[in-house]
């Protein structure tokens, strides 16, 4: 297995506005601050499966993290991305984890994130704010980040693959002005099974994405051997992907074993699939 | 069990929004503007969406009934299709719908009246040619017929029209509403089939062919006209046993009388499609298969293909005469 399979055995981005927010994650996944001149700071698990990023308040340092964390983690399209945070909300109660299956903010178009996990966690439409608000009368949850989050996690990977969780942290019956470092510690703190969960729904998800886009087993040792123009490597790649299906490794090599260049190794690998009779006994 | 349901604001008082809602009330329900917010955007997997599919209530605005591409028809000189519904509670590997759109979640579209209007239209400016209409194209015509009701509904505009042809296509159990009301010429219930070990293989989440026979053998005995489409034909190890097998077992079990048409039709995709699918499933014993992009459509070798609709219609030949088997060529 080499580095980069490590890395991506599974792969979760974290996106978190506080240091108190993210303690206890990173606490969890053992990561430690990247050192050198970062513009936010990132954290790392032992493993690079798991980074974080404190973006700070707001929109636009939300957006910009995203990004940051993008560029600096290598994250592949596989990654999963996950904000986490305290929320304001008007209807939930103190203390609960909840998912967010809408997002809107003071513009026209609403962002419908994707809730697959299998939870039973209560699921809120999310607002997010420029300034902060004590008016909760007609929102669900209330954040300053989850829409700019949003926005940028979904051009980096599939929508099923970014998850915002919000923990209800104040609202008409708790003053946003009572929470300090601790409770937000401790808001995190009690959900974190609920937490990890979640994660490894994603972490899975993140998983199994990368083994089904990984190359063909065989794809790297037959590029040395031959030498493959672009166009052929597609087809390598894709003809290689059906015939290991139904062809142990061995015998690809062996009947490839005659072949004095690239052409003649798809065109054996092409006649291979033509004289391939699906065996449907065997399902 | 559907979790979330998106329901258009337009619709959100709609009786028959209603009705469905009823059906799902543990369900969170969210407003949308319009089913393509959610539906069909770029960046979803198809295949994870699959997993835990959502259920979203809209309006069809346009493009209500449509002509079929040709080389898709029964019989008849004009051929049309509607679907009151994108996407299919099953997932059958060789499915165009897990190519065709991005997103699993169901579309339901809940103005049945506005399909009625735009079917009374079509039968109109076509008086006096012999016409086939096909429910079920974008989805199973009857699957969720428990939770939409529109099979019972739009036999009621059909019985208006008894020289009209309907065809619904399904792999359902669904007897409703055929067992409850008197049955109708002009409506054909198609049934998909491929033989027993395949059909375990490649259709996920459906009956088994032994009960969509049965089924079949069923609404037959009341008197309803029968469909039977070996669409897409399966090529693998042994197929001319097991396709002979099939079809013995079909015919003997359903009386000649009740057959309506047989259609063939071969394993096909536009190479695009192939490949989003091949992506999707990269591992799929299906598509390690022999086939092959044939001038922009990735099929079997045209050897193949001939010879399976050759063999496959020369044995239902034995029972049903050439005017009623069509071979399916889109």
Redesign the interface.
């Known amino acids: 297995m080499t580095k980069n399979d490590i890395i991506n055995l599974h792969s979760i981005r974290w996106v978190v506005a506080l240091k108190e927010e993210a303690k206890t994650i990173i606490e969890l996944y053992r990561m430690k601050i990247i050192d050198g001149r970062n513009l936010y700071p990132i954290y790392k698990s032992f493993d690079g499966t798991h980074w974080l990023i404190v973006s700070g308040m707001g929109k636009q340092n939300a957006a910009a993290a995203t990004a940051y964390l993008y560029s600096v983690s290598s994250a592949s399209d596989s990654a999963s991305w996950i904000n986490l945070g305290i929320a304001g909300c008007g209807i939930g109660k103190y203390g609960d984890l909840c998912l967010v299956d809408k997002i809107s903010d003071n513009s026209l178009q609403n962002r419908y994130p994707i809730t697959i996990p299998k939870i039973n966690l209560p699921r809120m439409a999310l607002f997010t704010t420029d300034v902060p608000m004590n008016d909760y009368s007609s929102k669900e949850l209330i954040d300053m980040e989850g829409i700019a989050f949003y926005e940028i996690a979904s051009k980096l990977t599939s929508n099923e693959f970014i998850c915002l969780m919000k923990v209800i942290s104040d609202g008409p019956q708790n003053n946003i002005k009572a929470l300090n470092r601790t409770k937000i510690i401790d808001l995190i703190d009690l959900n974190i099974r609920d937490i990890k969960t979640i994660v490894s729904y994603y972490e899975k998800l993140s998983h199994f994405d990368f083994l089904k886009k990984r190359k063909p087993r065989l794809f790297d040792v037959l590029i040395s051997k031959w030498h493959f123009s672009v166009t052929q490597r597609h087809k390598l790649e894709s003809l290689l992907r059906r015939v290991e299906t139904f062809l142990p490794d061995n015998n690809v090599l062996e009947v490839l074993n005659d072949c004095k260049k690239a052409s003649s190794v798809l065109s054996v690998l092409d006649l291979k699939i033509k004289k391939n009779e699906v065996d449907w006994s065997h399902s | 069990m559907i979790e ?1 349901i ?1 329901i258009e604001k337009k619709i959100k008082n709609h009786p028959r929004a209603d009705f469905i809602l009823s059906k799902f009330k543990k369900a ?1 329900l ?1 407003e ?2 319009r089913y393509s ?2 539906f069909n ?1 770029r ?3 198809f295949k ?2 699959k ?2 599919p959502d259920l979203i209530l809209a309006h069809k605005e346009s493009g209500l009934v449509l002509p079929t591409p040709d080389g898709f028809g029964i019989g008849n000189s004009k051929n049309f299709y509607f679907s009151h519904m994108y996407n299919c509670i099953y997932d059958c590997r060789y499915c165009f719908l897990q190519g065709m759109y991005s997103s699993a979640n169901y579309v339901i579209f809940v103005n049945f009246e506005d399909f009625d209007n735009a079917l009374e239209k079509v039968i109109r400016e076509n008086e006096g040619s012999k016409m086939t209409f096909f429910s079920g194209y974008d989805c199973d015509s009857l699957a969720l017929e428990n939770v939409t009701g529109f099979a019972k509904h739009i036999l009621g505009l059909f019985r208006k029209y008894p020289k009209i042809d309907l065809e619904f296509r399904t792999k359902s159990l669904q007897k409703e509403p055929f067992i409850s009301v008197k049955n109708m010429d002009n409506i054909i219930i198609a049934y998909s089939l491929m ?1 027993d ?2 059909s ?2 490649l259709d996920n989440k459906t009956p088994t062919i032994a009960k969509r026979i049965d089924n079949m053998t069923n609404l037959a005995s009341k008197g309803w006209k029968i469909g039977l489409r070996f669409d897409p034909l ?5 197929w001319k046993e ?1 396709y002979q097998e099939l079809l013995e077992t079909v015919f003997k079990s359903i009386p000649l009388s009740a057959i309506h048409s047989v259609s063939l039709g071969s394993l096909r995709f536009p190479k695009q499609m192939f ?1 989003d699918i ?2 999707l499933y ?11 992009n044939n001038s922009g459509v990735v099929s079997y ?1 045209q050897e193949i293909e001939a010879e399976m609709t050759s063999f496959c219609t020369k044995l239902i030949n034995k029972h049903i005469d050439k005017s009623r088997i069509f071979k399916c060529s889109i």
Not at chain 2, 282 to 292: A, M, Q, R, V
């Open positions: 979330t998106y969170r969210i949308i503007d917010e959610i955007k960046n979803q997997n994870i969406q997993s835990r033989p070990i395949i375990s293989a399966i090529h693998g190890k042994d097991l490949k091949l992506k990269p591992e799929e014993k299906l598509f390690s298969g022999p086939l092959f070798d």
